[in-house]
């Protein structure tokens, strides 16, 4: 790091190379460029922090366990008493008399 004669210097020949009305202009920019990377590099940090809090897997919320669902069912018939079936006869269908 320069001590206190080095910056003398090296002021001095900034004087000489770009003069004393470029010096303050010159100032202000750099100024300005330093904030601006500092505002820059904030925000790259939130940005990282955002991006690593949305990674982290959440926790698994427990559900509360879900009943079945109702079915719906048709109603059941209602049974009749079965009859026994027609018994056939050897007759021919015909007139009776």
Do not use: C, H, N
Request: charged share 20%; proline share 14%.
């Amino acid at each position: 790091m320069p001590g206190g004669y080095e910056w003398l210097i090296i002021i001095a020949v900034l004087l000489l190379l770009f003069g004393a009305k470029k010096l303050p202009e010159m100032a202000r920019s750099v100024g300005q460029s330093a904030r601006v990377f500092k505002g820059e590099m904030k925000g790259l940090k939130d940005d990282d922090a955002r991006s690593r809090q949305a990674e982290e897997p959440k926790p698994a919320q427990e559900l509360p366990a879900a009943a079945p669902a109702p079915q719906q069912t048709a109603p059941a018939p209602q049974q009749t008493p079965q009859q026994p079936p027609a018994q056939a006869t050897d007759r021919p269908a015909g007139p009776t008399a």
